[in-house]
């Protein structure tokens, strides 16, 4: 279920690629790799951990962004969600 009432403070079809799960030493994140298969590249949706220096320390890969999502949310839900287009004002953005 990616549209029920509580996907506004979980991963979804509109914020998977800048929202992400927060915990005290690690965070969970959607990101997209290509795999080469004979002459075709496929986009693979992967949630993956990364620890306080960026390092990888998880990932999985679907080939379906909707099972990368329902995955991260499973699993990683119970962590702070982060969403930075939901800081106050253009300032605290945390793009900047």
């Known amino acids: 279920m990616l549209t029920d009432k509580n996907s506004f ?11 992400y799960y927060n915990s005290e030493h690690f965070k969970a994140l959607i990101s997209i790799v290509g795999a080469q298969n004979n002459d075709e590249v496929a986009l693979m949706y992967c949630p993956t951990v990364l620890d306080e220096e960026d390092t990888e320390i998880f990932q999985k890969d679907f ?5 990368a999502i329902s995955f991260i949310n499973n699993k990683y839900g119970h962590w702070s969600f982060i969403d930075p287009t939901m800081k106050d004002g253009c300032s605290s953005c945390s793009a900047h």
């Open 63 to 67: 080939l379906k962004l909707e099972d």
């Open 9 to 19: 403070m979980s991963l979804n079809l509109t914020n998977w690629n800048y929202s």
